[in-house]
């Protein structure tokens, strides 16, 4: 069992940055492929980026290649989302999700979610 908790949260200008965090219970946290999604009003859950439980091998959505960096402390139990050049395009409440397998991109994939942070971004 894996309990998340994100934050990081907040209303940004366009252009600048924001760094989202996700805190992971659980002793086997390293075991874990981590991922971000998000949703939009009225639309559904898309994937952001993954990482491999070794933090060795990252995916990203075309969306947001270039501009969003994941990254893990295995140490700290915790996955991050460094986001820059934000745009209001990226306005959505952000997941993390934990999945035993290997990086997909498909939410059903993921075996736990935690319960969202709102990301703002203002034109």
């Known amino acids: 069992q894996v309990q998340l908790v994100e934050s990081g949260g907040g209303l940004v200008q366009a252009g600048g940055p924001l760094r989202l965090s996700c805190a992971a219970s659980?002793?086997?946290?390293?075991?874990?492929?981590m991922g971000w999604f998000r949703q939009a009003p009225g639309k559904g859950r898309e994937f952001v980026a993954g990482?491999?439980?070794?933090?060795?091998?990252?995916k990203y959505a075309d969306s947001v290649k270039g501009r969003f960096t994941i990254s893990r402390e295995n140490a700290k139990n915790t996955v991050y989302l460094q986001m820059n050049s934000l745009k209001p395009e990226d306005t959505a409440v952000y997941y993390c999700a934990a999945d035993r397998g290997v990086v997909v991109t498909t939410p059903y994939e993921y075996d736990y979610w935690g319960q969202g942070t709102q990301v703002t971004v203002s034109s």
């Open positions: 659980g002793r086997t946290f390293s075991r874990y492929v």
């Open positions: 990482i491999s439980w070794s933090g060795g091998s990252t």
